[in-house]
């Protein structure tokens, strides 16, 4: 057993083992002060990633409504309350229930917990989005085999706020639970891009795979999340997962930028176009331009909802609206190295600031509309998709480009 499944598994069995008037009965909210009252079985996490887990074995067994299995295990996860004098945390609120039919799941349920609070963590710091006022607690299910009518390779579907993960004693590997449950939780977290036909109909649990767990690998890279705080998988197996998942996408992005054409399509390559641009707009102009683009993402046919299309128009609306723009390669660039990848240029007179890791950057030359009067200048009148190459510094460290638009104050 993976050695930090197993403290788990100890940690846990300890939980299990109190007598059931003692044990946690997962209240909407928890205040720091009432931490005592629970015992070994209350938990906090502590760090930038942290919340509060609490397990429950005293409460009446829970059924779910959708297949009728009884869960004898139920792990509250608490995510914390911004506190306005910036100091400890003073409080959590409970964002899911992770429920495991006994004992003997009791350390996959943790695992399960711990992942989706820092999948929370994640999209709350870069999107500042949280779960719907009217839907505050997701309920996860772990069953214990699959359910009838099922296809075999089904590992878990979301219905409203109910998440299931199918069969958790069935051999998975540590990526493929991370995945898992980034995938379903995508589902009813992330904002929805429909039309498809294959692999399924609505694109955000792709997302979620993609774009959820490049960000954990990115706060792994830059120091922000220990390793340790990942659950299940290491930082070199997400990264081997992206590499196969994430990079080919970013690359497609990179060369040639947004195919329309393939934008359109309703099968897995549309589902690939779609969620390589989403995560394409996160890595070279950050998450705050990102959730500006999903935010203006709108139907414009007469379809009641998005589609991946549509995305791309938000994309452009969102790049057009700022007033800074900082460009990050989306791709690592070593010192001395060059980089060349495509970029949405939108129209405005700019003022062009290098970072202290680029040496030099130039747009193609010839193009109608776009005016490169300097190494600090850039005037452009007729927005569009372009090349732009930088090249890299002799040491690592500071790789961007940051347009400030005419009249605006840089940060």
Same mark, same amino acid.
């Given at each position: 057993?993976?050695?930090?499944?197993?403290?788990?598994?100890?940690?846990?069995?300890?939980?299990?083992?109190?007598?059931?008037?003692?044990?946690?009965?997962?209240?909407?909210?928890?205040?720091?002060?009432?931490?005592?009252?629970?015992?070994?079985?209350?938990?906090?996490?502590?760090?930038?990633?942290?919340?509060?887990?609490?397990?429950?074995?005293?409460?009446?067994?829970?059924?779910?409504?959708?297949?009728?299995?009884?869960?004898?295990?139920?792990?509250?996860?608490?995510?914390?309350?911004?506190?306005?004098?910036?100091?400890?945390?003073?409080?959590?609120?409970?964002?899911?229930?992770?429920?495991?039919?006994?004992?003997?799941?009791?350390? @996959?349920?943790?695992?399960?917990?711990?992942?989706?609070?820092?999948?929370?963590?994640? @999209?709350?710091?870069?999107?500042?989005?949280?779960?719907?006022?009217?839907?505050?607690?997701?309920?996860?299910?772990?069953?214990?085999?699959?359910?009838?009518?099922?296809?075999?390779?089904?590992?878990?579907?979301?219905?409203?706020?109910?998440?299931?993960?199918?069969?958790?004693?069935?051999?998975?590997?540590?990526?493929?639970?991370?995945?898992?449950?980034?995938?379903?939780?995508?589902?009813?977290?992330?904002?929805?891009?429909?039309?498809?036909?294959?692999?399924?109909?609505?694109?955000?649990?792709?997302?979620?795979?993609?774009?959820?767990?490049?960000?954990?690998?990115?706060?792994?890279?830059?120091?922000?999340?220990?390793?340790?705080? @990942?659950?299940?998988?290491?930082?070199?197996?997400?990264?081997?997962?992206?590499?196969?998942?994430?990079?080919?996408?970013?690359?497609?992005?990179?060369?040639?930028?947004?195919?329309?054409?393939?934008?359109?399509?309703?099968?897995?390559?549309?589902?690939?176009?779609?969620?390589?641009?989403?995560?394409?707009?996160?890595?070279?102009?950050?998450?705050?331009?990102?959730?500006?683009?999903?935010?203006?993402?709108?139907?414009?046919?007469?379809?009641?909802?998005?589609?991946?299309?549509?995305?791309?128009?938000?994309?452009?609306?969102?790049?057009?609206?700022?007033?800074?723009?900082?460009?990050?390669?989306?791709?690592?660039?070593?010192?001395?190295?060059?980089?060349?990848?495509?970029?949405?240029?939108?129209?405005?007179?700019?003022?062009?600031?290098?970072?202290?890791?680029?040496?030099?950057?130039?747009?193609?030359?010839?193009?109608?509309?776009?005016?490169?009067?300097?190494?600090?200048?850039?005037?452009?009148?007729?927005?569009?998709?372009?090349?732009?190459?930088?090249?890299?510094?002799?040491?690592?460290?500071?790789?961007?480009?940051?347009?400030?638009?005419?009249?605006?104050?840089?940060?």
């Amino acid at each position: 057993m993976n050695p930090r499944l197993a403290t788990t598994a100890l940690l846990l069995a300890a939980a299990l083992a109190m007598p059931s008037a003692v044990v946690a009965q997962l209240p909407g909210s928890v205040s720091h002060s009432d931490l005592a009252g629970f015992g070994a079985a209350a938990h906090v996490i502590s760090g930038a990633f942290g919340g509060l887990l609490i397990t429950d074995t005293g409460s009446p067994p829970a059924s779910d409504a959708r297949y009728s299995q009884v869960y004898h295990v139920a792990i509250g996860v608490y995510a914390p309350q911004p506190d306005s004098g910036g100091g400890a945390t003073q409080s959590w609120s409970r964002r899911f229930v992770v429920h495991a039919p006994d004992a003997s799941g009791a350390a @996959i349920a943790d695992s399960v917990a711990r992942m989706l609070l820092l999948l929370h963590a994640e @999209i709350y710091r870069r999107l500042h989005m949280d779960h719907p006022d009217d839907q505050p607690t997701v309920s996860v299910w772990l069953t214990a085999a699959d359910e009838v009518g099922l296809a075999q390779d089904t590992g878990g579907e979301q219905f409203k706020d109910q998440i299931y993960l199918f069969n958790l004693f069935a051999q998975r590997s540590p990526t493929e639970w991370a995945r898992e449950t980034a995938h379903e939780y995508g589902h009813f977290a992330l904002p929805g891009i429909t039309g498809f036909t294959s692999p399924e109909a609505w694109a955000n649990g792709y997302l979620g795979q993609r774009l959820l767990l490049m960000w954990v690998a990115q706060d792994a890279a830059s120091g922000a999340l220990p390793a340790d705080q @990942i659950p299940f998988v290491t930082p070199a197996q997400l990264n081997g997962y992206l590499e196969k998942q994430v990079t080919p996408l970013l690359r497609d992005e990179m060369r040639t930028g947004p195919d329309e054409h393939t934008l359109q399509r309703r099968d897995a390559a549309g589902m690939d176009a779609y969620t390589g641009l989403v995560c394409y707009i996160d890595a070279v102009y950050g998450s705050r331009v990102l959730l500006n683009a999903l935010a203006l993402t709108a139907p414009t046919r007469e379809e009641a909802e998005p589609h991946a299309i549509d995305f791309l128009r938000g994309a452009k609306l969102a790049v057009a609206g700022a007033n800074v723009l900082r460009i990050t390669p989306p791709a690592t660039i070593a010192p001395g190295a060059r980089l060349k990848f495509s970029v949405y240029v939108p129209a405005g007179q700019f003022a062009v600031r290098e970072g202290p890791g680029i040496r030099h950057w130039q747009l193609p030359d010839g193009v109608k509309g776009l005016y490169v009067n300097s190494q600090t200048s850039l005037a452009v009148a007729v927005p569009g998709w372009q090349m732009i190459t930088l090249d890299a510094g002799k040491h690592a460290g500071g790789e961007w480009l940051q347009l400030n638009r005419a009249g605006s104050t840089p940060p």
